[in-house]
């Protein structure tokens, strides 16, 4: 590997940006805090900690302490100095920390199945402090030069999965999919009604047709808060009907679109998931992507949950159609194994990621973008400050390559897949669907339960093993009754601990349920 000299990379490389002046000494008790010995002594026995902490790879489940006693906790740890900046202790800090690490979600214990949280890719946590120690905010390539252009090459690296033309496209980081999702849908918003963004609602409706959005049934809230907060209103959603896999039915959409504009509304977009969050279901891209054609709607994929599938081979197919879309946003933060948040927001016409925040592109600014100011993306995503999100995943991804990604993605896919397996086995448990990658949702059907306990019975188990369970596991509605739910995050897991954890369910239930008499 090439060493770079700094001055190779300079525009202008005689110039120099540092100087050394014989400055007055910082006041001693605060260059003691800032000191740089001070800094590695701490970093070094918190890299201990934390070492320590993932190599433990106990089965764990959620440990929740009483809140007002954590209170009380964390208010005895801290310092009760006010006068004078209190001086370091190792040990406060190790206690403060140690309290973190133990009451947080065991990412890294394999009985962690409850939720979309990864767990991450180690090294992300060393990039991640590198950001926060230099404090790079991204958005303007002056304050985060290497993460604006770790962007770009993250954006290319992707799109090679996606098949969009090079130059003609663009992605954007937002904090969290919601935001991509607020984001991609105030992009079509103003690409269907360019007075939107001056004259506010009334901008919007022409001929008396209220603006609308399709969506799936299953869709995540985050679309629907978005539709609210756009001033849609949350009344103009049309609701798609699911087939039996709970994916939007190509079929019967159309029906529920005329019908939608009969009753005067005016569908401008329409909503796919490409994982949802109850079930994991995919939506037919390619279907959806001919409908959208034909209606000419703006389809934005919401694919935080599965967009990470793209890098795999082996499961790359659930999204098949992706390149027929307007936008989609990828969660590194879940299914590419990064610390939260991380998303990737990608438009398939580069022109479009400029909608959201202004009708014109920056060619309006009276200043001409220069090579520089070309990589901003201040103008483009709805932060100022923004955490060079972007670090983590351009750095495993440049230490390690694609393949970390796809093997995590169909090791969990296939941990899930087998789970089916093992529930198809067992006369006492239901699977409510066949899974399409790593989430499974399923319910515990003792012999004799009636009807009308089933539901309870879900939530019941769910919420003891919450409190006093060795895993991590979540609930979910579907149709109205509540099943039990699984996420396999994490490269420990396997089957067995599905079997496990199938037994502490029959035994929790066990003590639920009336005892049998007699
Ligand atoms: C998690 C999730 C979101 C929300 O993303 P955040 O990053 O948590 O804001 C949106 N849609 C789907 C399908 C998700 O699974």
């Known amino acids: 590997m090439n060493t770079l000299r700094l001055d190779d990379l300079r525009a202008s490389p005689s110039v120099h940006s540092a100087v050394k002046l014989g400055v007055p000494a910082i006041p001693l008790e605060l260059s003691e805090v800032f000191a740089s010995e001070t800094f590695r002594t701490m970093a070094r026995s918190t890299v201990d900690l934390l070492a320590e902490h993932i190599s433990d790879d106990l089965v ?99 799109n090679q999965f996606i098949g969009w033309q090079s130059g003609s496209f663009a992605m954007v980081t937002t904090s969290g999919g919601s935001l991509a999702n607020l984001t991609a849908l105030a992009a079509a918003r103003n690409k269907r009604f360019p007075r939107f963004w001056t004259e506010g609602a009334a901008g919007g409706s022409a001929g008396g047709r209220r603006p609308a959005v399709a969506v799936g049934d299953d869709v995540h809230y985050s679309v629907t808060r978005a539709v609210g907060i756009l001033g849609i209103g949350e009344d103009q959603l049309v609701r798609l009907p699911l087939n039996r896999a709970r994916q939007i039915s190509v079929e019967l959409a159309g029906p529920v679109l005329d019908a939608a504009a009969r009753r005067g509304l005016d569908v401008f977009a329409l909503v796919a998931t490409a994982g949802t969050t109850s079930v994991g279901a995919f939506d037919p891209l390619d279907g959806l992507a001919d409908l959208a054609a034909a209606r000419d709607l703006w389809l934005h994929v919401d694919a935080a949950h599965g967009g990470g599938l793209l890098v795999s081979d082996e499961y790359r197919h659930l999204l098949h159609g992706v390149r027929r879309v307007d936008s989609i946003a990828v969660d590194a933060h879940k299914m590419m194994f990064v610390p939260a948040p991380c998303t990737l927001l990608f438009y398939r016409d580069a022109e479009d990621s400029r909608r959201p925040f202004r009708q014109d592109a920056s060619y309006v600014f009276d200043e001409e973008p220069d090579v520089y100011t070309r990589l901003d993306s201040g103008d483009r995503n709805f932060e100022c400050t923004k955490r060079p999100m972007i670090m983590a995943l351009w750095v495993l991804w440049a230490m390690h390559g694609p393949a970390v990604f796809a093997g995590k993605v169909d090791h969990l896919c296939r941990v899930t897949s087998a789970a089916h397996d093992v529930l198809l086995d067992e006369t006492d448990f239901e699977a409510c669907h066949r899974p399409e990658a790593n989430i499974l949702c399923f319910r515990y059907l003792p012999p004799n339960l009636p009807e009308t306990a089933v539901h309870s019975l879900q939530l019941a188990i769910r919420n003891r093993i919450k409190e006093h369970g060795k895993f991590f596991l979540s609930k979910v509605d579907l149709d109205g009754t509540a099943a039990l739910r699984v996420v396999m995050m994490n490269h420990r897991t396997t089957v067995e601990h599905f079997r496990l954890l199938l037994a502490e369910i029959r035994a929790v239930a066990a003590h639920l349920l009336p005892h049998p008499t007699g």
């Open 60 to 158: 764990r489940g959620l440990d929740l302490a009483d809140p007002d006693r954590l209170t009380a906790l964390a208010r005895g740890l801290m310092t009760t100095e006010r006068d004078v900046v209190a001086p370091l202790d190792e040990d406060r800090l190790a206690a403060i920390l140690d309290l973190y690490v133990r009451t947080g979600i065991q990412v890294h214990s394999p009985g962690a199945m409850g939720r979309q949280f990864s767990g991450t890719l180690p090294l992300a946590g060393v990039v991640e402090l590198v950001g926060a120690v230099t404090n790079q905010p991204s958005s303007f390539y002056e304050a985060a030069q290497l993460p604006s252009v770790a962007e770009r090459i993250m954006a290319d690296e992707l």
